[in-house]
Nanobody
Framework: VQLQASGGGWVQPGGSLRLSCAASGGTLNYNTIAWFRQAPGKEREGVSGLRRQDRKQVYAPSVRGRFTISRDVASNTVYLQMNSLTPEDTAVYYC????????????????????WGQGTQVTVSS
């Protein structure tokens, strides 16, 4: 099963985008799923995560209040709604999953995940 992230693109500051993470060739199964991003010259950063067992949502301080992670059971897709985008949000965004158990403090750590999709580019500029 391959993860596929989509929905990236170019948007002006203040705009919105919705990213999608789906599984090709099978069902999107996970205990925890998260979105990460990596800007040129910067380390990969955890943006948001969702723990299935208790539907716990986690957000990086830089995106809290602007981004929302959600899951659509019918389409077996996880979304990242991104509002009030700024140029600092420009990056390649990745979704990742793990089948292992996850403590809250580890949800936004990239080392917690073993299954990664290809990235989708988000560019915020005027």
């Amino acid at each position: 099963v391959q993860l596929q992230a989509s929905g990236g693109g170019w948007v002006q500051p203040g705009g919105s985008l919705r990213l999608s993470c789906a599984a090709s060739g099978g069902t999107l199964n996970y205990n925890t799923i998260a979105w990460f991003r990596q800007a040129p010259g910067k380390e990969r950063e955890g943006v948001s995560g969702l723990r299935r067992q208790d539907r716990k949502q986690v957000y990086a301080p830089s995106v809290r209040g602007r981004f929302t992670i959600s899951r659509d059971v019918a389409s077996n897709t996880v979304y990242l709604q991104m509002n009030s985008l700024t140029p600092e949000d420009t990056a390649v965004y990745y979704c990742a999953t793990t089948s292992g158990s996850m403590i809250y403090s580890a949800i936004l750590q990239s080392s917690s995940y073993e299954n990664w999709g290809q990235g989708t580019q988000v560019t915020v500029s005027s």
